[in-house]
């Protein structure tokens, strides 16, 4: 058996770390609170936990601080619990290294769901970035490092999130992604993007790829389920 994986609660209020600390080892999690963020940073020096869940007010810094400085030790995933809940405050946490974001009050079965989600999707090779670098199918090439993609001769102009979304499908063919997977590998996480922006970039995508002679068929919808990226989808 794997050993339990280990959640580090970063938290002052004691009534929830109490509460969030229980309701993870039931489901099997080894588990430590600190009350406040010089502990917290020790404890990852010290114990290295897998995942930490980090409260955004703590006695003595700032939770967007205390992020920052988490990121510098560790990459394990970083969940903000806030009783803020303003854009501002998700866009500053995200952007500080945190993984995800929830508002207080905040449901146990969902906080467990997302701290599994993260630490399976760490776990998964066939989800992890691939290190292949230029990928072909017949005239449409992607090139990794040049954040290039070609029909033939044609350069393809694509944004950032266009060229990444491709390059991700493109380098998992035949591999179906639901939406949720699409926000979480391509944008990074799926907490803080509209619903069907997977759904617009595909269009998009299809559109550009369509117009530049490579067959739009490439990128697969497969109904109720998601999208991949069909290499058999030739011309
Ligand atoms: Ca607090």
Redesign the pocket.
């Known amino acids: 058996m794997q050993s339990p994986k280990t959640v580090l609660i970063i938290?002052?209020?004691r009534d929830i770390s109490r509460i969030v600390n229980d309701y993870l080892r039931v489901q099997g999690f080894s588990t430590f609170i600190t009350e406040n963020a010089r502990d917290g940073l020790q404890g990852v020096r010290n114990r290295q936990p897998d995942f930490i869940i980090l409260?955004?007010?703590?006695p003595d810094a700032d939770g967007i601080e205390v992020c920052r400085e988490l990121r510098t030790l560790t990459s394990a995933p970083i969940l903000i619990l806030s009783?803020r809940s303003s854009d501002t405050d998700k866009v500053l946490a995200l952007g500080f290294g945190a993984d995800d974001y929830m508002t207080k009050p905040f449901s146990l079965s969902e906080l467990v769901a997302r701290v599994q989600a993260h630490l399976r999707r760490m776990a998964d090779p066939k989800l992890q970035a691939t290190t292949q670098l230029l990928l072909r199918y017949g005239t449409l090439s992607i090139d990794k490092s040049a954040r290039k993609v070609m029909a033939g001769q044609r350069e393809i102009a694509l944004s950032a999130k266009e060229f990444d979304l491709l390059y991700f499908l493109a380098s998992n063919p035949n591999q179906v992604f639901t939406k949720t997977q699409l926000l979480d590998q391509v944008w990074g996480y799926s907490a803080y993007v509209e619903d069907n922006t997977i759904t617009v970039y595909v269009r998009r995508l299809r559109e550009k790829l369509e117009r530049s002679g490579i067959k739009s068929a490439y990128i697969t919808t497969v109904w109720g389920v998601g999208y991949k990226f069909d290499p058999d989808e030739t011309e």
């Open positions: 938290e002052d209020e409260d955004l007010t703590l009783a």
